[in-house]
């Protein structure tokens, strides 16, 4: 894709922003919390300078536009609670994967609901796709329910995808159409 240039989405009780320097605390503290790790595809990290490269990371996918990563705020205060984002774009085929965390302090509050639902609509809108994948754990309970009610379809199930320190896990694999988006919002 082309640079991403810096866009805020607004929902009704948070602010979607790009990440910047002054994240490096927030975006290390959900990455070691091993409950929210359960069923990532990496370990949990155990050092801040994993933070600082990630960050540095974010920050030069905007502009090679390989992936739009946004922190989610509380419109509130402005504390970052989790972030989500888009990768793997195919600009041919429009589509691409979404991927997000909440800290778990925030879990059960409809966050990452109403957080992915302005994601979609920026990915739908603005960039155009016709479609967007996600990968996840299929014991990953909250991931799946989260996306079945952004209604996005179980496609299949891909067996022994991920070896994460040590053990094999399985793909539950999950699509949403722009046409079922659209079709639901109506509804
Ligand atoms: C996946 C994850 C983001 C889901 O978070 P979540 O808080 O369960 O998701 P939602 O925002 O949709 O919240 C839904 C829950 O909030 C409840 N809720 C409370 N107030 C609500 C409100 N105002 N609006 C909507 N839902 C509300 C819902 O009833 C629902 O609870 P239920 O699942 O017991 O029915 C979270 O579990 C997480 O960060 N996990 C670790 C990282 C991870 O695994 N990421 C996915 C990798 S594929």
């Known amino acids: 894709m082309p640079a991403f240039q810096p866009v805020v989405l607004t929902t009704q009780r948070l602010q979607l922003r790009f990440i910047n320097d002054g ?20 370990a949990p990290w155990t050092d801040r300078s994993q933070a600082e490269e990630t960050v540095r990371d974010t920050q030069a996918a905007y502009e090679d536009g390989s992936i739009l990563t946004f922190a989610i705020t509380l419109a509130g205060s402005g504390d970052m609670i989790g972030k989500c984002r888009l990768s793997k774009f195919s600009e041919q085929n429009r589509r691409s994967e979404i991927g997000y965390i909440l800290d778990r302090a925030h879990w059960g509050k409809g ?22 994948e996600a990968d996840v754990d299929p014991r990953n309970d909250a991931s799946c329910k989260l996306l079945e ?35 639901a919002k109506v509804a």
């Open 111 to 132: 966050y990452a609901k109403e957080a992915l639902a302005a994601l979609i609509g920026h990915a739908f809108g603005p960039l155009d796709l016709l479609r967007i």
């Open 149 to 183: 009610r952004l209604h996005f379809m179980h496609e299949g199930h891909l067996r022994q995808r991920w070896i994460v320190a040590g053990e094999v896990c399985d793909t539950a694999f999950y699509g949403l159409l722009r046409q079922d988006w659209e079709a």
């Open 23 to 42: 994240d490096v605390d927030s975006v290390h503290r959900l990455f070691t919390d091993p409950e929210a790790l359960r069923y990532w595809s990496f």
